[in-house]
């Protein structure tokens, strides 16, 4: 992956010294290993500053809705590029404002799974070819790209751009072949057994809200649960708290995410949140044959009113 | 005093301790440690730092029901939840988060102002902590003037020597564990393992900061561009804030209806655009910008004005969890230059 940073500096420096963008949102090397950090090159030697690689995890997208008006440029892996889309079926981005410099993925590395799989600190982690090498203080090993990545990495169907101005190599090849393995995961278990799996994954939040701030789809002025008079669910950490909030985040999705697994990568208390909207995904493309983010005119079924479609709404 | 306690006793300890005390550790929670209660000593994990979750939760649960309220036959009903029934002990908390409980004890406890409900789960706490032999490489504390073996804060104090601990006792609190018969003498060979310890520890963090310089860049920094630049990758969430040790603000609500209800306190946290937002509608903190700069503000400039103490206490919790790597030891570092 690393063979992009040179090819996404150099149209960097293109972009910025010609004056066509004011800025362009990608990644530059983390604080600590095993992570990037959203950055943002505003002159033409900031673009040195740019770099491509396995934890650039984060979705860049969320990022477009504060540069509203101005021109901005956008690293985007496929994941990136159907949020972009989505939100440009929503008309929340003009299509003229941004500009997708877009990057073939081969899946982002779970820096959590990682550290659960070697026995000290990680003080250094490479990739090399198909494989991550870690290092730390008294142990040094490789493990296999296939088995440190994220769940929704491993399950993704887009990995090349569905949209971009220029893309940084050639598009990979699928290694998936069902989306969904997480959901079914889930869906298997009795309906018992998945309600107190829903307890107790909701009753580790701490509505930080970090899942919300980092979802490109979540750009409401005011988020339902932030509204005070009246209050939709209840302020504490309690279980109807807490299960209202991620219930409520999770439908106000439906049709809209794209499972980048921006939200669960940001969650400090490891919360299985994929596989809520991975389900309702799942049931949006067996009732309506609809995929998120992959058209530029196709609205989410559910923000769809067609008069003559009737009481069973289309299915 | 000091004494010494084999490892292999000390879940023998902990299970007699159990039977006087809540007990409260570092233990696991799906994928990861983090501090709680726990109803067995086998459920501690011993070689943890820092745990997810601060144990700020024993003295300040993120959701506090302060009373509650019923309307019966003989009018308004309360019930206050002020005091809690047992003592707590929390065993093994690490010298940074100690020093965060200082900070707190300023905050809630003072002279002239008393909160009650943290006063008396501070009151019903002992607190013994454990030394860090192996600080990780996002610890700080010895740069925000802690250290991985301070004792302030503690009633013990426990140093691991691979087969043993020693202990300290600092208060009557400890003397009351130490006088435990499963504790036993220790030796001037055990003092100075332990002082070696703290020594190879201490190798591996950083010196301290320039707290009255930085202080004084703050100062000249309110109206700085420099703040446009933190804030554009924070997405404003509440991780940073929430798991910090030392921060402690809180929202009040009343959740119920004329029957019945009950008055709520939880943790809030100024990185949300709704914690400054006046009944009027005004914000006078409208963006990121100024959500991103009072954090700052706040623990290295404010603490040392109102309380001689900073905010921070390095533990690294907001460098580990940050969605988006903002790092606080970086943009500290940045402060001299950005003046």
Known sequence: MRQYTEAMRKEAKRLLAEGSVQVVIGFAEGTLPMRAAPFFARKPEDAERLIWGPFCENNLARYLREYKGKKAAIVAKGCDTRSIVALMAEHQLPRDQVYIIGVPCEGMIDRRIVARRVPGEVLAAREEGAELEVEGQDFALRLPRSEVLYRSCSACLHPNPVLSDVLLGEPVELWSQDPYVYVREVENKSPEERAAYFSAEASRCIRCYACRQACPMCYCEECFVDHTSPRWIESGVTPAGLQGWQIGRAYHLTGRCVDCGACERACPEEIDLVYLNGKLNKDLRELYGFETGVKLDELPPLAVFLPDEGPDFGI | ?339
């Open chain 2, 1 to 339: 005093m000091r004494k010494k306690i084999d490892k292999a006793q000390i879940n023998t300890l902990l299970a007699a301790l159990l039977k006087d005390y809540e007990l409260y550790a570092p233990a696991r929670e799906a994928g990861y440690v983090t501090f709680r209660q726990i109803r067995s000593p086998e459920e501690i994990v011993w070689d943890c730092l820092v745990t997810r979750e601060p144990p700020k939760d024993v003295f300040l649960p993120q959701t506090e029901v302060l009373f509650s309220y019923t309307r019966g036959p003989n009018g308004l009903e309360l019930v206050s939840n002020e005091k809690v029934q047992r003592e707590r002990l929390v065993w093994g908390m690490r010298p940074c988060d100690a020093q965060a409980l200082l900070v707190q004890d300023v905050v809630f406890d003072t002279s002239k102002d008393c909160d009650v409900y943290f006063a008396n789960k501070r009151a019903m706490t002992t607190v013994v902590g454990i030394g860090c032999n192996q600080p990780l490489s996002t610890c700080f504390c010895t740069a925000v003037g802690g250290g991985p073996f301070r004792k302030d804060g503690f009633d013990l104090f426990l140093t691991d020597l691979g087969e043993a601990y020693l202990a300290e006792a600092l208060t009557e609190k400890g003397e009351r564990l130490l006088a435990s018969p499963f504790f036993h003498a220790s030796s001037k060979a055990d003092e100075k393992a332990a002082r070696a310890l703290e020594k190879a520890a201490l190798a591996h963090l950083p010196e301290a900061m320039d707290v009255k310089t930085i202080q004084q860049h703050l100062d000249q920094l309110i109206t700085s561009p420099f703040w446009d630049e933190v804030q554009a990758s924070c997405i404003g969430c509440g991780v940073c804030t929430l798991l910090c040790p030392v921060c402690h603000c809180f929202d009040i609500v009343d959740e119920g209806t004329a029957a019945c209800g009950q008055r709520v306190r939880n943790w809030d946290t100024c990185q949300y655009c709704v914690y400054t937002l006046e009944a009027s509608g005004h914000n006078p903190r409208p963006s990121g910008r100024e959500r991103v700069r009072q954090r700052l503000m706040h623990k290295f400039d404010y603490y040392l004005v109102t309380q001689g103490k900073l905010g921070c206490v390095g533990c690294g919790r907001c460098v580990q969890l940050c969605p988006v790597n903002l790092d606080i030891r970086q943009i500290v570092n940045e402060i001299g230059a950005a003046t």
